[in-house]
């Protein structure tokens, strides 16, 4: 299946560009792409999966034709 890997410049995803579209296996999880993504550092706890413009748990299994949206909020002060 293809999905669309989409996310803000700040995340630095080596040798994928945003709007990239992937080839996953059926059944394949948000979780599943940030780990194929490299995205495993701390900071996961953070990550919020946005699969066609709607908040996502980790565990979404993804269809199809999906888009996600790899949104790392930024915080600091």
């Known amino acids: 299946m293809h999905i669309t ?3 803000l410049g700040f995340l630095n995803i080596e040798g994928v560009k945003s ?3 992937l080839e996953f296996p059926e059944g394949t999880s948000a979780a599943s ?3 194929r993504l490299g995205l495993i550092g701390p900071y996961r706890k953070y990550i919020i999966p946005i699969v066609n413009n709607e908040r996502s ?3 979404r299994v993804l269809k199809d ?3 996600l949206f ?3 909020p930024v ?3």
């Open 33 to 35: 792409v940030l780990d």
């Open 65 to 67: 034709g999906d888009r």
């Open 75 to 77: 915080g600091g002060g």
């Open 5 to 7: 890997v989409e996310y």
């Open 19 to 21: 709007g990239t579209i």
């Open 57 to 59: 748990p980790h565990e």
């Open 70 to 72: 790899i949104y790392l």
